[in-house]
């Protein structure tokens, strides 16, 4: 049973400079909800109730997000706001939320490796909070169904469009049914030549807590970073790592276009703003 989640969000989030200047770039509003909201409901409607964020410098509205807000929630008492004021608290109620820090953003395996003291010896899911992934069964709910059934690494990975491959980690892999793949190898953001397959991975894990030996055995790799993809790369060499290509709609928060078009689907899917929104959208073609 995988319990715990480590959702990384130390980065400087530079693609959204200058906004992120002050701001982290996973509290950068869905309209009304940040983006590590979106995070970590999909793990507690996984089943995951202890989270582990790992933080960094200029990162405190993440802890105060998911915090009590007396003076808010005081404010909206007098005001009668019963319904927004129930919003604001479950917020604060959701799960049982750690954070951790990580001093030099050095890399996602450096900031997966700075939980392992709070995972301890024992299977763990990681989300990354760019991504959100709409989905009917969660998408890291997917993964850890497989992993329940051979007690191995899994990875959510999909079709990449060619001219994506280069921001990727890309497989090899057999395809051993039809959503599941064996990798062979792991490509961090190869050329398209390089690129073994137009398979990629997104920021969705579960992982053996071995995964931590090897991200201390990792050199800096692309970017002079400690990389994730090349501690699973080790991994891959000692034990079977699958990759599951799960069902749902991604958008890649941590780009701008796709940070625009997850706000239009989800104003579109709100019954209060989608007529306004569409005709708004209409009157543009
Ligand atoms: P990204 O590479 O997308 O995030 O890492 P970034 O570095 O913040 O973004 P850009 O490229 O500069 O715009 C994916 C996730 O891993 C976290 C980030 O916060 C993000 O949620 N991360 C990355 C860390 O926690 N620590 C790191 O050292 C690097």
Same mark, same amino acid.
């Given at each position: 049973m995988i319990k715990k989640a480590v959702i990384p969000a130390a980065g400087l989030g530079t693609r959204f400079l200058p906004a992120t200047k002050s701001m982290p770039k996973e509290m950068l509003p869905i309209i009304d909800k940040p983006i590590i909201h979106f995070v970590v409901e999909e793990a507690i409607f996984s089943g995951i109730e202890d989270i582990i964020v790992v933080t960094g410098r200029g990162k405190r509205a993440i802890e105060d997000y998911f915090d009590a807000s007396p003076e808010i929630e005081n404010h909206l008492v007098r005001n009668k706001k019963y319904e927004l004021l129930r919003e604001v608290q479950d917020i604060s109620s959701l799960a049982d939320i750690h954070y951790i820090r &990580? #001093?030099?953003?050095?890399g996602l395996g450096d900031a997966v490796l700075k939980a392992e003291k709070h995972v301890g010896d024992e299977p763990f899911a990681v989300l990354l909070g760019d991504d959100i992934i709409k989905a009917g069964t969660p998408c890291i709910k997917q993964l850890m169904n497989l992993f329940e059934k051979h007690k191995r690494a899994v990875i959510g990975v999909e079709e990449v469009a060619k001219e994506k491959i280069k921001d990727y980690g890309i497989i090899k892999g057999? #395809?051993?049914? &039809?959503?599941i793949y064996l990798i062979e190898n792991i490509i961090e953001k190869p050329s398209l030549e390089e690129a073994p397959s137009n398979i990629g991975t997104v920021g969705r894990y579960v992982l053996t807590p071995e995964t931590f030996d090897y991200i201390k055995k990792t050199p800096p790799g692309k970017g002079n970073e400690m990389q994730l993809t090349d501690a699973i790369k080790m991994l891959i060499g000692e034990e079977d790592v699958y990759g599951y290509a799960f069902s749902g709609k991604r958008y890649d928060a941590g780009n701008k276009a796709e940070y625009v078009k997850a706000i239009v689907d989800f104003a579109l899917e709100r019954e209060e703003l989608k007529k306004d929104v569409k005709r708004y959208l209409e009157g543009l073609t």
């Open positions: &990580q #001093k030099d953003p050095k057999k #395809k051993i049914d &039809q959503s």
